[in-house]
């Protein structure tokens, strides 16, 4: 089964990418949610917000603990701040499950947003939806960049761990997630 | 990304900072809050560009500010401010008698209030990216929230059941283009995200809003015209994220102090609600 967190954020989308995949998702809200999932996608949303909602309910220890044990995580946008080893210029501390140093909303502000066409390493051309997109200013010698635009990564693996600064729930492509299932064989 | 969040009313870059301590998804920039708004009466118009600016250093979570229905060149400086968000809102005095902002014109996103079906689809056809129902704000009663929430709710099951002419004569009504009046009753939900306003007071009001089906909730003078504004907006927020679960309602909802005072609808002297065509 897998988890997508719902506390805030672009959630159902990701749940129904998910059953496109032919996979059952469900929503964690709890520790006792997280239990009944073996991996996890955390959604774009405000990164402020999900951080303090994770911590009132001890999510944010828990998921660690489970991510270092294996556990296939895969974070959007603000899911990927929320995994980051280092948030720039900002009070939260990331989970540093995956070796990356971000910059939130660096794109800009809300109008700001695009969509473009990126390149993604074994699947091809994809389009990508930038909101108050996250850059990610340096990463680790472990982390894997898988795509690029204007040179920044915007979709990155380390282990078992998958970043994107960009929303693949919001369109109707399925490789990303695909790509996330197959990556840590759980289709 | 604002689902499943709490946007709250702010005046000062003080609140601002409670209301993002607090969790939540964005902050509305305004000069008074609606209940102030409705006491003391005058002409209410975009706020002060000082003020927005103040906001917009204070906090990292997105900013919106409020214009004029109708107010074109209000939208236009808050877009050349850098607000995240317009909200063309029915709680400031309309600038134009018969014209909402075309918002096709504006690269910044617009936030617009609905208490039917028709009306907010007015608003979409003019370019609204984001739709609130409205309630009655500035009351702390959720009457008016509810009652439109399930007006919409109820107006786009009622597309399900109607054929080709019935949807054209829809469209008719609700002056716009058929195409849309198609497209919503495939979705069976708006194309764009819809939040409550008006009205919500407490951590119930707000879940009650969003088991109707909203996709998140907006506070305007509930937080701060009650006795304990930290404390409430923090469990605002975590009735809007645990917005099923009974019990943990029951918790956040306990020892919040005084909720803001509220007014009977058939006693107001103004309804914002109407504003708007």
Redesign the interface.
Known sequence: MIGVL???????EHVRMLERCGKKAIEV??KDDLKKVNALIL????S??LF??MK?QGLDTEIKKRAKKGMPVFGT??GMIVLAKEIID?REQGLGLIDISVK??DYG???DSFEEEIDVRDIGKVNAVF??APIVKSCGKDVEVLARQNKNPILLKQNNILVASF?PELTDDKRVHELFLKMNSII | ?????VIMDVTSATQAKIA???????VMALERVPADIRKQGGVARMADPEKIKEIMAAV???VMAKARIGHFVEAQIL?AL????VDESEVLTPADPSLHIDKWKF???FVCGCTNLGEALRRISEGAAMMRTKGEAGTGNIIEAVRHIRTVNNEITALKSMNPKQLLSKAKEYRVNVNLVNEIRKLGRFPVVNFAAGGVATPADAALCMQLGVDGVFVGSGIFKSSDPAKRAKAI??A???FR?AAFLAKVSVGLGEAMEGLEISKLDTRLQERGW
Do not use: F, W
């Open positions: 719902a506390l805030q954020g672009g959630v159902i809200r709890a959604p774009g949303g405000e402020t917000t303090k909602l009132r946008c603000a900002n939130r909303n502000r809300q109008v909101i108050r929303h | 990304m604002l689902k499943g969040g993002e301590t607090a969790g939540a998804v964005a990292s979570i997105p877009e850098g607000v995240d968000y690269k910044v996103p927020v975590d809007v994220a645990h679960d």
